[in-house]
């Protein structure tokens, strides 16, 4: 799987300026990809792009090897009127029953199934609506911060899941919390902070691609953390003014 | 409550009217004592709940006729295209025109029986209704549609079913309003030339000056409304409980 942007310029009708101009990005191969980047400074607006759920102004966006690409945001709900259990049972892929019995079991959902989606918290409904999405056919699935009210503990554990369950599927990720973003991610796309003027280019930063917090060394994950952070307000430089 | 609502509203309006005819010396003629109007409330019940039922029959009827075609239209229309565009102004501009109007061109063509008042009484509930249902079933809920666009799992049942659930509560509001439009319009359809319902009975005690018989058509046909919006009501609070629990 590949996917690269070109030159990538993009504005939402209305706004003072661009977000993005001729911005490039590339990411390809299997495995965990992340956005990083304080609130505003356009992660879900860059991968609703790569998605297909925005058009660029200009510029391209060529796919290899993608045959399916699926986007999940955290504010969505799943249909009212079924049981969680019940949508998740007729939204499952054929042949991925078995998967959807363990994503259940490992995501702490089994004891919710007869439950309506209205009536869970906000992180169980998180976890309800990326588990429909992990038992879906798809190369890449883009994460918008799906996780955003699931507890830290939690988190770890799905992250790490889905880590070692799917290793042959992209994932793109995205997230404010710097420490996961540096375990779990190959590589760390950082965006600059809002409102100080169109992208260009991205900061890449190689993650250190573990599968769980704890094989981490601290030392290391501290490392990792303050250069995501620092290219963060470094990244200022890449801006076209 | 909606009952009980009435029957204060109907009793305050009749104490007002006594006592206009006895603070202004008004003549029996002209606004009869109360025991005559309890005579006809009471002693001739039947001659005008029986009307009253008719009407509010009719009127249900017509209502679920205008909801049955309003959904089909609006199902159809939501969709965006150039048809449907037109049939969203063309709703919106005959909405505006006053349908009790073209009344008497429907009786000269259909005479004045039960297909005239229901064609009347659906008519004047039904553009209402189509322009919510327009509404309603053209607006996306994009945090619940968007998973089934996604994974290319969305078709019309499933994208109607969404928003009705959706915008369940706005649905049962605007079909209680409507009810009460079509009872409006059956009314009407019966005063301006039907042979049967409450309407007509109005109608023949307006000619006779009879206000206590007047009075008594009143009395049940709000009765009968009350009741039928009741249960529309309920209905639709059975729906919420049943789908919510």
Request: net charge neutral; charged share 20%.
């Amino acid at each position: 799987m590949e996917i690269i942007c070109r030159n990538l310029s993009f504005s939402y009708a209305g706004s003072d300026g661009p977000i993005f101009s001729g911005l490039d990005l590339s990411i390809s191969g299997a495995g965990f990809f992340s956005f990083f980047g304080f609130s505003g400074s356009g992660k879900s607006t860059l991968a609703r792009l790569i998605a297909g759920l925005l058009t660029p102004e200009s510029g391209q966006i060529i796919k290899h090897d993608l045959s399916r690409g699926l986007f999940s945001y955290n504010t969505e709900r799943l249909p009212g009127w079924l049981p969680v259990g019940e949508h998740l049972k007729r939204v499952t892929a054929d042949g991925r029953e078995e998967m959807l019995k363990r994503l259940l079991s490992e995501f702490g959902l089994t004891s919710l199934t007869g439950h309506k989606f209205l009536k869970l918290s906000m992180g169980q409904k998180n976890r309800v609506n990326l588990v429909r999405y992990l038992v879906q056919d798809f190369d890449l699935l883009i994460l918008d911060e799906v996780l955003a009210n699931v507890d830290e503990p939690s988190r770890n554990s799905i992250l790490s899941f889905i880590k070692k369950n799917f290793p042959e599927k992209s994932f793109i990720y995205i997230s404010h919390n710097v420490s996961e973003v540096a375990v779990f991610s190959k590589e760390v796309f950082v965006l600059p902070q809002e409102g100080t003027g169109a992208l260009s280019d991205l900061v890449s930063l190689s993650g250190l691609d573990l599968d769980h917090p704890k094989k981490a060394e601290r030392g290391r994950v501290q490392e990792k953390m303050l250069e995501i952070l620092q290219a963060s307000s470094e990244s200022k430089k890449h801006l076209k003014q | 409550m909606r009952l009980v609502q009435f029957i204060v509203i109907f009793l305050t309006g009749l104490c007002i009217l006594l006592a206009v005819k006895y603070l202004a010396g008004l003549s029996d003629y002209l606004i009869p004592p109360p025991e005559e109007i309890s005579f006809f409330l009471f002693n001739k019940a039947g001659d005008f709940l029986f009307p009253a039922l008719n009407t509010t029959i009719v009127a249900i009827a017509g209502h679920v006729l205008a909801i049955l075609i309003a959904v089909i239209v609006a199902f159809w229309a939501r969709t965006g295209s150039r048809i449907s565009n037109m049939v969203k102004t063309a709703a919106y501009n005959l909405q505006a025109y006053p349908v009790v109007a073209i009344a008497p061109i429907v009786f000269i063509f259909l005479g004045d029986g039960l297909s005239s008042r229901l064609l009347i009484a659906s008519l004047i509930c039904y553009f209402p209704l189509l322009l919510s249902f327009l509404g309603i079933f053209s607006d996306p809920v994009t945090d619940v549609e968007h998973f089934f666009r996604e994974t290319g799992r969305m078709d019309a049942v499933t994208e109607l079913s969404i928003r009705v659930f959706e915008n369940l509560d706005k649905i049962i509001t605007v079909i209680t309003g409507s009810g009460t439009l079509a009872m409006v319009g059956t009314i009407v359809a019966e005063f301006l030339a039907a042979t049967n319902g409450i309407g007509y009975v109005i109608r023949k005690s307006l000619y006779q000056n009879n206000l206590a018989a007047i009075l008594s058509s009143l009395f049940f046909i709000g009765l009968c409304s009350s009741l039928y919006l009741m249960a529309v009501e309920a209905a639709g609070r059975m729906i919420k409980k049943k789908i919510a629990a």
